[in-house]
Each structure stands twice: as C-alpha cells, then as structure tokens.
C-alpha cells in the first residue's frame, strides 16, 4: 500500500522568517555594543584633559569644558585640515551643552568650609573661596587660616588640605542618535530606561527621553593650581576612616636584588658574580697588585 508523504513544502521560508529577524537583531547590537565601547575611550580620554586643563585652571569649568569639547573633536569627524577641524570642533559646541555633565566630586563645599583661604582670594582677585595648593608637604592648614579644622575625623569634609587638592570628575555624557545604529540603539536606549524607569539621576532620564544612551567616566588627578570654588560641585562630606589610617602590612616577599659590581651598572653579571654568556672576563681592580691605579701603582722608586 502507498503511503503519502507529507508536504514540506515552504517550511525553509518560516524558518527563515523566525531566525533571520533574530540574527539581524544579535548582529545589530553586538555593532552597537562596540560602538559604545567606542564612544567610552573617547569619553575616557576627553574627562582626563577636561581634569588637565582643570588641575592648571584653578577647577573652572569654563577651562574644563572647552578642553572636553577640544579632545571630542575625533569622536565628532576629526578632520584633514583646519576646516574640517573647525567644523568637527562646532558639532561638539554644538552638541555637548544639552549631551554633557561634569561634576566635581572633589573639592566639596565642606572641603572649602575646612580649608579656604582668604589670602589666596584675594591674590586671585575672585568672589569664591579658594583652597590654597603651596607648599602642601609641610603645611596642614592654609597659611592665614592656622587655626583650620584639619582633623578628617571631625571637620566637615572628612578630609585633609592634601585630600582637599584632589581633582576628582564624574563627566555623564549620552550618545547622540547619529552616532546609534538603526533600531539596536533605539533598543539600547529602551531597554536601559526600561530597568531603571525611577532613576534618581535627572539627567540621565532626561538623556534617555532624548534617545540618547548615558554613559559615564571619572577621574582623579592632583590639583596645580588653587581651587576656586564653583557650581559643579557635588557635596559629599563624610569623615573617611574616623582619622585613624589603616596599616598596609608587610610588602610581599620578593627575589633579593642581584649584588652587582661598581662598574657594572647596567648588571649584566648573574646574581652569583659568575660572567653572563658573551662576557668578558673580569679585568683587574684596584685591589689587584699592579693594576695600576691602586697605591702600589702611585708608588715612585727613586733612581
């Protein structure tokens, strides 16, 4: 008896209805993934020149800004010549206001309250309070304020006035649109707004309603000049570890250093003094008799 066989005609196009809208999507945010990590370097690179330029500009933003908006100008099309430069450099300007947020995390405003030092204002010739940075190795307060509450165990920033020179950034920027790909980015976007729809952070929601994918880079760096003080701070006071520091330990065990000879100082010698392949012999030294420049060799015999 005949059986019939069942048709299987059309099933290679379902399959291919269901897996092909999948491997699209998969191939689409694995691009926009690296895209992002992308977009990360240059954020990287751009928060440590904004936090140069701050560290030599007295922490204004003005300096800090304008440094960002000038390390962003590859991320933005780069360029050949001046032109495009310059025209890569407005998109930034252009972009970064309603794209960018650097706060300062440290100096705090308690920071200032512990350490601000009328003189250094006055040289200044600014409105703000100033955190002086001369001679931090010697002093614990600023030099007319003596008196200052230097304990991080009881003032109000929970730091030291070495503490108090620390630049510390935390620069949120979002991804524009432009720089997405087509439907993934909108799924980023989606998604991240999705997992945290109550976000404390507004401007991230507001990066977010935008269609743009927050990203976020810190950086610390020790300050050159004096603080001022400005709107980007963020107040974080907190008295750190009470004062009391903790004790490292030991440093780990380690090899002891070759014993290497006065005039060997590049130490091509192994450690037991025996010659390394392709050196020479030892020659004389000056405990040698007749080496010449030892005492022996100054010696003069009469004639």
Sequence with gaps: MNKTMPSHR???LVEFVVVAPT???MTLAMMQTAL??????NLNYATFEAARAGAVHHARPAAMK???ARAMIGYYGGGRHTGELAA???RALEDLPVALRIEILSPTRESFDDYHSPRAATALKVGSRVIPNTHLALLDCPVDRPACPRDPASNRSGQSLRDANLLKLRVTYGIPRSKQIPLAGRFFAWAVSTMFPAHPDA???ALLAQGRIPIVAHVTVRMQSDAIESHLLVSSPGPGNQGKPLDPGAPPDAAPLPDCRWMDPLCTRSPDGAPLDGDAPPGPTDDTPGAGDDLEGLQCTPA
């Design 23 to 25: 491997l699209l999507m």
């Design 36 to 41: 992002v990590f992308h977009a990360k370097s």
């Design 203 to 205: 401007f991230r929601r």
């Design 88 to 90: 890569s450099h407005g």
């Design 10 to 12: 059309g099933a290679t």
């Design 66 to 68: 304008a440094a960002f």
